[in-house]
């Protein structure tokens, strides 16, 4: 079946340690999205990447950086966690970037920072 | 300011029951789509809406869009214990400056007992 993968399903990680959270999709879509979701809140956009072209949202972080070495594959990376950071991190692709945008989410990575 | 207001925001019902979930806005969406998301896990997609007034059936899930194109009902009919999980309703707002951005609710955490 075609699918968004996430890995590791859960991460720890100590204040201020790099950490990179990975997604892969076999649906051959052109976007992959990165959210953040912290517990009771709605998910919140980091950036997506369309095709190889990366599209940073106003407050998202300098903290965190993305990746797309491929269609497939997409990396988020934290340089320097903060306990703030802690939370699910979701991947999700669409085919395009359209108004009836379908966007299909992975599993989610939780992050823990020590 | 929440753009999307989701309730009630919590729901807790017996199996066999019928229920409705709303999702409102003053925004206009040029789409939207309600997601259900379980615990540790990600959202799932369970439709998307484009037309005002349109009407879409899923098994025992019965979602509507409003004429206006600003707000939306997702009703289950017999809940069961199945249907338990944090129901997501995100749209792209039409004069948001974005094409492809979906905005979320804070979505409605259901609970069906047996």
């Known amino acids: 079946d075609a699918m968004v993968i996430q890995n590791p399903r859960y991460q720890v990680t100590q204040f201020g340690k790099p950490v990179t959270l990975s997604c892969s999709q076999t649906?051959?879509?052109?976007?992959m999205y990165w959210y953040q979701q912290k517990s009771s809140q709605a998910p919140k956009l980091l950036f997506h990447?369309?095709?190889?072209?990366?599209?940073n949202e106003a407050d998202t972080p300098d903290n965190f950086q993305s990746r797309r070495p491929n269609t497939s594959f997409c990396f988020l990376d934290i340089r320097s966690p903060g306990l703030g950071d802690a939370a699910m991190y979701l991947c999700?692709?669409?085919?395009?970037?359209?108004?009836?945008?379908?966007?299909?989410f992975g599993p989610g990575t939780r992050l823990t920072v020590l | 300011t929440q753009l999307l207001e989701q309730s009630p925001q919590f729901l807790s019902i017996q199996e066999g029951e019928n229920l409705t979930v709303y999702c409102n806005s003053s925004s206009v969406f040029s789409s939207l789509q309600w997601y259900r998301q379980e615990p540790g896990e990600g959202p799932v997609l369970l439709v998307t809406v484009v037309t005002g007034g349109e009407v879409k059936k899923l098994k025992r899930l019965t979602f509507q869009f409003g004429d206006a194109r600003k707000d939306s009902s997702l009703h289950i009919t017999a809940a069961q214990p199945g249907d338990t999980g944090l129901y997501l309703c995100?749209?792209?707002?039409?004069?948001?400056?974005?094409?492809?951005?979906?905005?979320f609710g804070k979505g409605t955490l259901l609970t069906v007992n047996p």
């Open positions: 649906l051959n879509h052109n976007v």
């Open positions: 990447y369309y095709d190889k072209d990366f599209n």
């Open positions: 999700a692709t669409s085919r395009h970037l359209v108004s009836y945008n379908e966007q299909f």
């Open positions: 995100a749209g792209v707002i039409v004069s948001g400056g974005s094409n492809y951005k979906l905005t």
